[in-house]
Nanobody, 124 residues
Framework: QVQLVESGGGLVQAGGSLRLSCAAS????????MGWFRQAPGKERDFVAA????????SYGDSVKGRFTISIDNAKNTVYLQMNSLKPEDTAVYYC?????????????????WGQGTQVTVSS
């Protein structure tokens, strides 16, 4: 059974940093793409970043480009999202997702597996 478990969320002041982690288990992910999405109350789930399992390719949403960095530790089956220069508008539940195949899609419907989410709150 595939499991994606996020951690690292919390409350931070604007301008601060957080690092989210997503531990993946239950299958071999070597042919997968991994993504981070976020969803604020009353809004749709938005693309944040994606990476292929080798770490060679990455993609970012326009609103986080230059502030967030996605990375992967294959030995630990863990994907990270380093978030710097956080803004109040970054406040949301952040979800880790995995999809079969290496294309770094941005639409959440194209991802097969999801974590339970971790809350990130940025105060002004």
């Amino acid at each position: 059974q595939v499991q994606l478990v996020e951690s690292g969320g919390g409350l931070v002041q604007a301008g601060g940093s957080l690092r989210l982690s997503c531990a993946a288990s239950g299958r071999t992910f070597s042919s997968d793409a991994m993504g981070w999405f976020r969803q604020a109350p009353g809004k749709e789930r938005d693309f944040v970043a994606a990476i292929n399992w080798s770490g060679a390719s990455t993609s970012y949403g326009d609103s986080v480009k230059g502030r967030f960095t996605i990375s992967i530790d294959n030995a630990k089956n863990t994907v990270y999202l380093q978030m710097n220069s956080l803004k109040p508008e970054d406040t949301a539940v952040y979800y880790c997702a995995a999809r079969l195949g290496t294309v770094l899609h941005r639409h959440p419907s194209l991802y097969n597996y999801w974590g339970q989410g971790t809350q990130v709150t940025v105060s002004s």
